[in-house]
């Protein structure tokens, strides 16, 4: 845990609306470009939202029944909310490799060894942005999302993972703009995991996560 002894590890019991945590994280963002501030991983989870990311389709937008919030972040429309954990990473790749690519793929990896900790198969899917495993019906479905935002070399936004979210609410939107793949959660899975308990596993990765961002990624 040594990597971590310069970065701030803030979890959340409560549930932070999205328009805060965004404000927050603009402010937090920018003093750490101009050095007022050390990096910062955020966890926590919203009340019920979709944002829209900036290739999200008006179309994708089925059934406007929370608030919609443009995120400015990559992606497409995304759905948070209750039992779902958000991992806001705000990160300094100057310190780094200076790797977009390299930092999206190592934290996807850390999504994907976090869930195997808990037992859960999950990988990349060619084309498709998240993380992905096998519903319960046998089909590839999604559990994880993925979006971020890089500033001046400091990246914002992150991840979230399905623990234990109503499925039903992703019913308002197309997630992530792909509509022939379904969306599961740990506990869909049969999986009971407290925040708490995905926390503790994630930041117990949080090392080997840093150090594949001192390393380019290799080209495609």
């Given at each position: 845990?040594?990597?971590?002894?310069?970065?701030e590890?803030?979890?959340?019991?409560?549930?932070?609306?999205y328009?805060?945590?965004?404000?927050?994280?603009?402010?937090?963002?920018?003093a750490?470009?101009?050095?007022?501030?050390?990096?910062?991983?955020?966890?926590?989870?919203?009340?019920?939202?979709?944002?829209?990311?900036?290739?999200?389709?008006?179309?994708?937008?089925?059934?406007?029944?929370?608030?919609?919030?443009?995120?400015?972040?990559?992606?497409?429309?995304t759905?948070?909310?209750?039992?779902?954990?958000?991992?806001?990473?705000?990160?300094?790749?100057?310190?780094?490799?200076?790797?977009?690519?390299?930092?999206?793929?190592?934290?996807?990896?850390?999504?994907?060894?976090?869930?195997?900790?808990?037992?859960?198969?999950?990988?990349?899917?060619?084309?498709?942005?998240?993380?992905?495993?096998?519903?319960?019906?046998?089909?590839?479905?999604?559990?994880?999302?993925?979006?971020?935002?890089?500033?001046?070399?400091?990246?914002?936004?992150?991840?979230?993972?399905?623990?234990?979210?109503?499925?039903?609410?992703?019913?308002?939107?197309?997630p992530?703009?792909?509509?022939?793949?379904?969306?599961?959660?740990?506990?869909?899975?049969?999986?009971?995991v407290?925040?708490?308990?995905f926390?503790?596993?994630?930041?117990?990765?949080?090392?080997?996560?840093?150090?594949?961002?001192?390393?380019?990624?290799?080209?495609?």
């Open positions: 845990m040594d990597m971590l002894r310069d970065i590890i803030r979890r959340e019991a409560r549930a932070v609306p328009r805060e945590a965004l404000d927050a994280m603009t402010q937090r963002n920018a750490i470009a101009e050095g007022r501030a050390e990096e910062l991983i955020w966890l926590l989870e919203h009340p019920p939202v979709y944002t829209a990311g900036t290739s999200a389709a008006a179309a994708e937008l089925l059934d406007p029944r929370f608030e919609v919030v443009e995120a400015g972040r990559g992606g497409r429309y759905y948070h909310g209750p039992g779902q954990r958000v991992g806001y990473v705000l990160i300094d790749l100057r310190k780094r490799a200076r790797d977009v690519r390299g930092f999206v793929h190592a934290l996807e990896g850390w999504v994907i060894d976090t869930l195997g900790d808990f037992g859960v198969e999950s990988w990349r899917a060619e084309g498709r942005i998240g993380i992905w495993t096998k519903g319960r019906d046998g089909r590839e479905a999604k559990i994880g999302a993925i979006g971020v935002r890089i500033r001046r070399w400091v990246t914002m936004h992150g991840f979230s993972v399905n623990l234990s979210p109503d499925l039903a609410h992703f019913g308002g939107i197309v992530c703009g792909i509509e022939e793949f379904g969306v599961t959660s740990l506990a869909d899975l049969g999986l009971s407290a925040p708490e308990a926390d503790a596993a994630l930041l117990a990765r949080a090392g080997a996560f840093l150090d594949k961002l001192d390393v380019a990624c290799p080209p495609p």
